[in-house]
T-cell receptor
Framework: DQQVKQNSPSLSVQEGRISILNCDYT??????FLWYKKYPAEGPTFLIS?????DKNEDGRFTVFLNKSAKHLSLHIVPSQPGDSAVYFC?????????????FGQGTILTVHP | DTGVSQDPRHKITKRGQNVTFRCDPI?????LYWYRQTLGQGPEFLTY????????KSRLLSDRFSAERPKGSFSTLEIQRTEQGDSAMYLC???????????FGPGTRLLVL
C-alpha cells in the first residue's frame, strides 16, 4: 500500500526553466510534508517542508504547494540549475499518531541540462 | 561536524554473517529513526527511539534485526544471519523535540554476497 506516490520517475528540464515535481498521498492523517534531495551514495538532504495548515511555503528558489482536498503537493524550483540534478523525494508524517515517522514516495530523478 | 554520522559507510559481508551499524545523531536531538532504502524506492521506516526508549518498530524489522540506543545518544543496528535480501542502504535520521524536520546521515550501504 503506497501511501505516498511520485508518479513521474524522471523529469528533464533546461537550465533557467521551472522544474515541477509532483506528489500524491492517500492517508488523510498526514499533516506535515517534506521534500528531500538525494545524491547517489549520500543520505537525503532536507529542502523544504509545509504544514497542512498552509497551502504554500517558499524558501529561495524552492516553493512547495499543498492542495489538501486533492491530497497533492508539488515542489517548484525556479530557476533550475544543473546542481539541482538529483533524486527528489517527498515525504509525509502524521506527528500526532506515529511518532513522526516519515513515509516516502519512490522519488523523481531530476536532470537539469545546461 | 555537527551533522549525523554513520559508520561504516560501506559493508560487504557473506550470507549468514552478523553486521552492526552505528549512528551518531546531532547531539541535542533526542528522537532517532532508522530507515532502509532499496534501489528505486524511497526510504522505509524501521524503528524509532525517543531518548533511550525504542517506541516503535516496523513489521519490516524481523527478529534478525535489533536496535539499541543505550544512553540516548548513539544508536546501533545489528542484523544477525544476514540474507541477500538485506542488501540496502541503511539510513539514520534524527530530530529535536517537537521540531518536525528529520535530518539524515550519509547512510551505510550493505551488500550481502
Amino acid at each position: 500500500d503506497q501511501q505516498v506516490k511520485q508518479n513521474s520517475p524522471s523529469l528533464s528540464v533546461q537550465e533557467g526553466r521551472i522544474s515541477i515535481l509532483n506528489c500524491d498521498y492517500t492517508n488523510s492523517m498526514f499533516d506535515y510534508f517534506l521534500w528531500y534531495k538525494k545524491y547517489p551514495a549520500e543520505g537525503p538532504t532536507f529542502l523544504i517542508s509545509i504544514s497542512s495548515i498552509k497551502d504554500k511555503n517558499e524558501d529561495g528558489r524552492f516553493t512547495v504547494f499543498l492542495n489538501k482536498s486533492a491530497k497533492h503537493l508539488s515542489l517548484h524550483i525556479v530557476p533550475s540549475q544543473p546542481g539541482d540534478s538529483a533524486v527528489y523525494f517527498c515525504a509525509a508524517s502524521a506527528p500526532g499518531t506515529s511518532y513522526g515517522k516519515l513515509t516516502f514516495g519512490q522519488g523523481t530523478i531530476l536532470t537539469v541540462h545546461p | 561536524d555537527t551533522g549525523v554520522s554513520q559508520d561504516p559507510r560501506h559493508k560487504i559481508t557473506k550470507r549468514g554473517q552478523n553486521v552492526t551499524f552505528r549512528c551518531d545523531p546531532i547531539s541535542e536531538h533526542n528522537r532517532l529513526y532508522w530507515y532502509r532504502q532499496t534501489l528505486g524506492q524511497g526510504p522505509e521506516f524501521l524503528t524509532y527511539f525517543q531518548n533511550e526508549a525504542q517506541l516503535e518498530k516496523s513489521r519490516l524489522l524481523s527478529d534478525r534485526f535489533s536496535a539499541e540506543r543505550p544512553k540516548g545518544s548513539f544508536s546501533t543496528l545489528e542484523i544477525q544471519r544476514t540474507e541477500q535480501g538485506d542488501s540496502a542502504m541503511y539510513l539514520c535520521a534524527c530530530r529535536e523535540g517537537d521540531q518536525e524536520t528529520q535530518y539524515f546521515g550519509p547512510g551505510t550501504r550493505l551488500l550481502v554476497l
